[in-house]
């Protein structure tokens, strides 16, 4: 058994969970969204953004906390127990692992458009890539993920910049045929496209001061998605109509294909590409940490723990990790699984929201390098706020499961 090595900086956190964040879900949900949202799409994503936020204050206190490479498994063992921890890590390392495989299929659709390679053998041959690059290590795939988070961070300031001469086109603040619903379901889907910052906590073990840099990192990535996203999110409705962006399989493209033509549509398919490239490298590294967190608590795991000499990266656990995201992307369609894993990622808030809260009642008097501010009897009120949102739209995604109006991230 090895250990991991620090060295990433605060700017290096901040690109990791800001990469992410900015990942394939924007590209995949916007469309959607808008359908059931309309020109109010900004407020869907308001909404969303709000109930990310605040459950990012339960994982910026706890990771502050319990700065390991664990995440959400460290926490619960930390604060409730070790039984219930690998059952939340194992939870939440299948569905990171899942998205994998959904990233992989989108990543070859997106290629579709600009080549003939089978699709089945892109998906994998994508898995294997990304599987070499965090095998050579955190600090070429913390490279790797800096480049990434600059192109698809252009790509959308592209589609801003595209679209901005149609603002002012629509009404911005006219309800969605479906009302209040429409609005909230369509907050459930943009919710999709804020999900991954959790990932940046399991680098607890390879950070700097990682109860400083990690909370800050965390704040500095959301602060940026979100003025990114609710700008998308204005100009795009200004530009096309939201009937055709929720009928478009790749709506951004389709705003800057209408300003630029076929050659602007092309620019944004490739920075697609790389920015599912970007949310599929982050998903299995936080996965594959979960499952390296196993083999360091357990003698039964203990080979997932193995780190490759030189290159300090558990490589065993990256292998399984993309072994299985392999076998999920044969299925080729797994629409219905990766929203049942976006469900389980609604839980994991509630979870992580419910632990800050039992925490602070067990132990008040505990040292937190960072504390949520604003408790009343040391309960902090915005995780009180944060399970209530996170419950609103758990139970807009079960009807949209339910009626197949939801999307996947």
Not at 7 to 19: I, K, M, P, S
Not at 157 to 167: D, M, N
Not at 343 to 356: R, S
Request: net charge positive.
């Amino acid at each position: 058994m090895g250990e991991l090595k620090r060295t990433l900086n605060l700017a290096e956190v901040t690109f990791f969970a800001a990469g992410v964040i900015l990942g394939a879900g924007v590209y995949a949900v916007i469309g959607k969204a808008a359908g059931l949202s309309g020109t109010m799409l900004w407020a869907s994503f308001l909404i969303a953004a709000l109930t990310a936020v605040m459950s990012l204050f339960a994982y910026a206190e706890l990771s502050a906390l319990y700065p390991g490479s664990g995440g959400e498994y460290d926490f619960i063992k930390e604060v409730v127990s070790p039984r219930w921890a690998y059952v939340v890590g194992g939870m939440v390392a299948l569905s990171g692992i899942i998205s994998s495989a959904t990233i992989s299929i989108g990543f070859s659709g997106y290629l579709a458009q600009l080549t003939d390679w089978p699709q089945t053998l892109t998906a994998i041959g994508i898995i294997v890539f990304i599987f070499l690059v965090n095998a050579a290590g955190i600090r070429h795939s913390s490279i790797m993920n800096i480049m990434f988070t600059i192109i698809e961070t252009a790509g959308l300031l592209f589609v801003i910049w595209s679209a901005a001469p149609a603002v002012g086109e629509v009404a911005y603040t006219e309800l969605p045929a479906k009302g209040l619903h429409g609005l909230l379901l369509g907050a459930a889907v943009c919710f999709f496209a804020f999900t991954g910052f959790e990932d940046a906590v399991k680098l607890g073990e390879e950070t700097k001061e990682p109860g400083k840099n990690i909370p800050r990192g965390l704040f500095i990535a959301s602060t940026i998605v979100i003025v990114l996203y609710l700008c998308v999110a204005l100009v795009v409705v200004s530009m096309i109509p939201f009937e055709e962006l929720a009928a478009s399989e790749s709506p951004l493209a389709l705003v800057v294909e209408k300003r630029f033509g076929r050659a602007g549509a092309l620019i944004i398919a490739v920075v697609a590409l790389f920015s599912t490239s970007n949310s599929l490298l982050s998903n299995m590294l936080g996965s594959s940490r979960v499952l390296y967190n196993f083999g360091k608590e357990s003698s039964r795991l203990r080979p997932l723990s193995y780190v490759l000499p030189g290159r300090k990266t558990p490589v065993i656990a990256l292998g399984i990790a993309a072994a299985i995201a392999i076998c999920f992307s044969l299925i080729g369609k797994v629409e219905q699984v990766a929203l049942m894993t976006n469900f389980l990622m609604f839980l994991t808030f509630l979870m992580m929201n419910a632990t800050v809260i039992y925490l602070r009642i067990k132990k008040p008097a505990l040292k937190r390098p960072f504390k949520i501010p604003g408790s009343i009897r040391q309960v902090p009120v915005i995780s009180v706020l944060a399970i209530l949102l996170v419950l609103l739209l758990m139970s807009y995604t079960i009807y949209g499961l339910a009626t197949g109006a939801g999307s996947g991230h």
